[in-house]
C-alpha cells in the first residue's frame, strides 16, 4: 500500500519556467490537498479538492492552478515559477464523509522545488 | 478563520527527559486538535490527537492536553528518545469540513 506518491522529488527551475507537480493516492479518499511549507511558517494551504470535480482556493493559491483528474490524482501547476515558489510541496489525502470530520490527513514525502 | 500560534520553534532535550510545546488558538468553536510528527525528508504524520470534550489524551509516552477556557493544548513526550527528534506540528480546524490550520512546527532535538 503506497499510500500518497509525489513526484517529482526535487525540481530546480528558472524563473518563468512552468511545471506540474503529480500525486496519487491509492486509499480511496474523497479529499486531497496541496501545501507548501517554507521555514517558520509551517504548512500553508494552497488549494485543495473536497471531492472529485470540485476544486477551492486555500489560503495561498496566487500563482498556482489545479486539476483533480479522477478520484486517485491531484495535480499543481505552476505556470511561471517565481522565486517566491521556492518551497516544500506536499500533498495530502483524507476520507470524509458523514461521521468523517475528523479523519487524518495523510501527506505525500514532498517535492523539493527550488526557483532561481 | 483561524490562527494557530506554537511555542518553542526549536526546543532542544536530555535524552530521557521530557518535552512539552504549546499551541494556541482563537476560535472558540474549534473542537479537534491534531499533532503531526515530521521526520527529515519525509512529510508529516498524524501522532495523536484530541476532541474538545475530554481535557487529556496519552498514547504510550506522549499526551495531549486541552484548556478550552484558554484556549490552548500541549503535546508532552515523556522519557525522550532520539527517535523522537523531529519536526513538530499542531493544528485547528478552519471549517465545518476539517481543514486544517497549522502551527509554524518545533524543532525537537534529543541528544544522547
Known amino acids: 500500500n503506497a499510500g500518497v506518491t509525489q513526484t517529482p522529488k526535487f525540481q530546480v527551475l528558472k524563473t518563468g519556467q512552468s511545471m506540474t507537480l503529480q500525486c496519487a493516492q491509492d486509499?480511496?479518499?474523497?479529499?486531497m490537498y496541496w501545501y507548501r511549507q517554507d521555514p517558520g511558517m509551517g504548512l500553508r494551504l494552497i488549494y485543495y479538492s473536497a471531492s472529485e470535480g470540485t476544486t477551492d482556493k486555500g489560503e495561498v493559491p496566487n500563482g498556482y492552478n489545479v486539476s483533480r483528474l479522477n478520484k486517485r490524482e491531484f495535480s499543481l501547476r505552476l505556470e511561471s515559477a517565481a522565486p517566491s515558489q521556492t518551497s516544500v510541496y506536499f500533498c495530502a489525502s483524507r476520507r470524509t464523509g458523514t461521521g468523517l470530520y475528523n479523519s487524518p490527513l495523510h501527506f505525500g514525502n514532498g517535492t523539493r522545488l527550488t526557483v532561481t | 478563520g483561524e490562527n494557530v500560534e506554537q511555542h518553542p520553534s526549536t526546543l532542544s532535550v536530555q535524552e530521557g527527559d521530557s518535552a512539552v510545546i504549546k499551541c494556541t488558538y482563537s476560535?472558540?468553536?474549534?473542537?479537534?486538535f491534531p499533532w503531526y510528527k515530521q521526520e527529515l525528508g519525509k512529510g508529516p504524520q498524524l501522532i495523536i490527537d484530541i476532541r474538545s470534550n475530554v481535557g487529556e489524551k496519552k498514547d504510550q509516552r506522549i499526551a495531549v492536553t486541552l484548556n478550552k477556557t484558554a484556549k490552548h493544548f500541549s503535546l508532552h513526550i515523556t522519557e525522550t528518545q532520539p527517535e523522537d527528534s523531529a519536526v513538530y506540528f499542531c493544528?485547528?480546524?478552519?471549517?465545518?469540513?476539517?481543514?486544517?490550520?497549522f502551527g509554524a512546527g518545533t524543532q525537537v532535538v534529543v541528544t544522547p
Open positions: 486509499m480511496n479518499h474523497n479529499s
Open positions: 476560535d472558540s468553536a474549534s473542537n479537534y
Open positions: 493544528a485547528a480546524p478552519t471549517d465545518s469540513w476539517g481543514k486544517l490550520q
